[in-house]
């Protein structure tokens, strides 16, 4: 059954970050939703887990893990609102998209902040819930291209995710790596990490890479489009390998739909 596959460790999810998770305490419910989206989050290279717990939905938000959250209102949480857990469990900035389900009057969500990415009624067809999928997901990819700042001495500056090849962690001090120009701030990798969409992976524990700039993939490194070289750990290998795997399927079947 689809509900037995499990929460994908820590430092998987941590790597990827980019799963979906459906979150209901009834399983059958659970189980219809989860059979609508899998064949699509497989296409995607989503990992797609079922979370039944308010404890263990808290767990995987904590690491901004979650990609896109179906979520039932009609969920049993020990006497908490669910609606109103999620507003505890997600900071204002968090870009998790959420697709309630099970809504029956717009009313039930009416103190939601906007972040939601569709209210799906009691039964929802599969065709509505891939779409919602696919809704929340373009999104999300929009919230992520949002521009960062950091502090270089006495400037600030911008920085534009799609401008960064790769980012090194370099003892206390982080290198952002942008064709020609290269900005060292005092931060640690994992912040900048936070601040990038899901285009870009952990290779090593102190290099980070855009996918989009990655022109060869071999065992102990990857070759940049800029030309650098940067180093893959053994231990990130087989992860740096699936997520580039499927960053260019869904590439290659967003160019499909486009044409």
Not at 192 to 218: D, T, W
């Amino acid at each position: 059954m689809l509900l037995e596959r499990k929460l994908p460790s820590r430092a998987r999810v941590a790597t990827l970050e980019r799963l979906v998770a459906v979150f209901d305490s009834e399983s059958e419910r659970a189980e219809r939703v989860i059979g609508a989206i899998n064949n699509r989050c497989a296409s995607l290279g989503l990992v797609l887990c079922y979370v039944k717990s308010l404890s263990e939905l808290s767990g995987m938000l904590s690491r901004g893990a979650c990609v896109v959250l179906f979520c039932d209102v009609r969920a049993e949480t020990e006497g908490h609102d669910v609606v109103q857990s999620l507003h505890t469990l997600l900071s204002p900035t968090s870009s998790t998209q959420i697709v309630y389900t099970g809504v029956q009057e717009d009313s039930l969500i009416s103190t939601e902040r906007g972040e939601y990415a569709y209210l799906m009624p009691t039964s929802p067809k599969p065709h509505e819930l891939v779409y919602a999928l696919d809704f929340a997901l373009e999104r999300h990819e929009r919230l992520l291209e949002r521009p960062f700042v950091v502090r270089v001495r006495q400037y600030t500056h911008t920085v534009w995710p799609k401008r960064i090849s790769f980012v090194e962690s370099v003892l206390r001090k982080v290198r952002i790596h942008m064709g020609g120009e290269t900005l060292e701030v005092y931060a640690k990798l994992s912040d900048v990490r936070e601040e990038l969409p899901a285009y870009f992976v952990q290779c090593h524990k102190s290099f980070v890479v855009n996918m989009n700039f990655i022109q060869e993939l071999g065992q102990e490194h990857v070759l940049l489009t800029s030309g650098d070289c940067v180093p893959v750990s053994q231990k990130r290998r087989k992860v740096v390998r699936e997520a580039f795997l499927a960053y260019v399927g869904r590439t290659l079947n967003g160019q499909k739909q486009e044409n």
